[in-house]
T-cell receptor, first 115, second 112 residues
């Protein structure tokens, strides 16, 4: 049972380059999320998809776009990477949008460095 | 502003002792709380949750206490083991905004 799978695990980008972080879940969850984690700041929500076909901004959406490709997959795109986007990115999913009773299931993260 | 935070960024515990990790929240609309454990190089992992209609909930070696009067929750780990070394996050979930908000985390180090 894979849970939430993120690719790639590591990435180095030059300023201005673009890339897409991939996320897939095999738990038939309805809701999916992208978080970034920076030292001393916990996890901050970038974008989320409450259900297939919908996406909404979180607290730090600037510089990112997302696509909910289908129920399983939720990708995060950086159109023009900036050093401030150096972070660890986590994808998560939950059975319901409330995330209650079972919380969220997180992937193992993508460590992104922008130079 | 509204936030979920932990009192101490680090906690060092002797193996076999009990650990207590604290978390304060400021939003009285928060009615669901979760504790996550994050080991090095991994994503956060669900430990235990509690709803605001409860004061205490127990799991395997863990207990979460919720004090709504002072907006405080804690995670107690009994007989701390080396495998408990990790960063622990509390998160809140509000009934009018179901997105999770995370605190900054407490790094727990278990001494042999």
């Amino acid at each position: 049972n894979a849970g939430v799978t993120q690719t790639p695990k590591f990435q180095v980008l030059k300023t201005g380059q673009s890339m897409t972080l991939q996320c897939a879940q095999d738990m038939n969850h309805n809701s999916m999320y992208w978080y970034r984690q920076d030292p001393g700041m916990g996890l901050r929500l970038i974008y989320y998809s409450a259900s297939e076909g919908t996406t909404d901004k979180g607290e730090v959406p600037n510089g990112y776009n997302v696509s909910r490709l289908n129920k399983r997959e939720f990708s995060l795109r950086l159109e023009s990477a900036a050093p401030s986007q150096t972070s660890v990115y986590f994808c998560a999913s939950s059975l319901t949008f409330t995330g209650r009773d079972y919380g969220y299931t997180f992937g193992s993260g993508t460590r992104l460095t922008v130079v | 502003g509204e936030s979920v935070g932990l009192h101490l960024p680090t906690l060092s515990v002797q193996e076999g002792d009990n650990s207590i990790i604290n978390c304060a929240y400021s939003n009285s609309a928060s009615d669901y709380f979760i504790w996550y454990k994050q080991e090095s190089g991994k994503g956060p992992q669900f430990i235990i949750d509690i709803r605001s209609n409860m004061d205490k909930r127990q799991g395997q070696r863990v207990t979460v206490l919720l004090n709504k009067t002072v907006k405080h929750l804690s995670l107690q780990i009994a007989a701390t083991q080396p495998g408990d070394s990790a960063v622990y996050f509390c998160a809140e979930n509000r009934s009018n905004d179901y997105k999770l908000s995370f605190g900054a985390g407490t790094t727990v180090t278990v001494r042999a």
